[in-house]
T-cell receptor, first 114, second 112 residues
Framework: DAGVTQSPTHLIKTRGQQVTLRCSPI?????VSWYQQVLGQGPQFIFQ???????GRGNFPDRFSARQFPNYSSELNVNALLLGDSALYLC?????????????FGPGTRLLVL | SQQGEEDPQALSIQEGENATMNCSYK?????LQWYRQNSGRGLVHLIL?????REKHSGRLRVTLDTSKKSSSLLITASRAADTASYFC????????????FGKGITLSVRP
């Protein structure tokens, strides 16, 4: 079975532009979470979606938004990009939300903002 | 904010030796998970230990959890060069509904 897939793998944007990152969860998984990992740090939680509804939001500005589609895939949008948005963006999926659910991560999208 | 704090920040050992990595956290948790990351790529799930468990094994991995001390350790036995990677502990805090909070990670180098 395919794991979590993300596209694109790499992306270069300039300040002020907008970017959309895509994630397809493992087949059968209904929950998708997004994390940002800045170089040298651990991942930071951005959003969690379950059954197309937002179930959690991390400490990120409103420039960050996301949605989940009926097939459980998800998009993360970032508007008005800043240099500090340069990072590895990771998507994770799990069967449901709740206690003790293993989250499986995709390979990530590396975003560079110039 | 980062809840998990791994220790040491970097570890260098010889192939065949055991590697022990520690993680401390601050709040009550549902579970604690360890992940491996190779060269800034995606995270690979290693093991999950629930708050009511004290020890868990998976192959060459042994994880312990002490909720009274809010700490966990990951032991990799008979290390291999392929174990060279960054290792992260992540906590699923009580009430956090599967939102994971990661530490800064430990860089493990296994010399052949």
């Amino acid at each position: 079975d395919a794991g979590v897939t993300q596209s694109p793998t790499h992306l270069i944007k300039t300040r002020g532009q907008q970017v959309t990152l895509r994630c397809s969860p493992i087949s059968g998984h209904k929950s998708v979470s997004w994390y940002q990992q800045v170089l040298g740090q651990g991942p930071q939680f951005i959003f969690q979606y379950y059954e197309k509804e937002e179930r959690g939001r991390g400490n990120f500005p409103d420039r960050f938004s996301a949605r989940q589609f009926p097939n459980y895939s998800s998009e993360l949008n970032v508007n008005a990009l800043l240099l500090g948005d340069s990072a590895l963006y990771l998507c994770a999926s799990s069967l449901v939300t709740g206690e003790s659910e293993t989250q499986y991560f995709g390979p990530g999208t590396r975003l560079l903002v110039l | 904010s980062q809840q998990g704090e791994e220790d040491p920040q970097a570890l260098s050992i010889q192939e065949g030796e055991n590697a022990t990595m520690n993680c401390s956290y601050k709040t009550s948790i549902n579970n604690l998970q360890w992940y491996r990351q190779n060269s800034g790529r995606g995270l690979v799930h290693l093991i999950l230990i629930r708050s009511n468990e004290r020890e868990k094994h998976s192959g060459r991995l042994r994880v312990t959890l002490d909720t009274s001390k809010k700490s966990s350790s990951l032991l990799i036995t008979a290390s291999r060069a392929a174990d060279t990677a960054s290792y992260f502990c992540a906590t699923d805090a009580t009430g956090a509904n599967s939102k994971l909070t990661f530490g800064k990670g430990i860089t493990l180098s296994v010399r052949p």
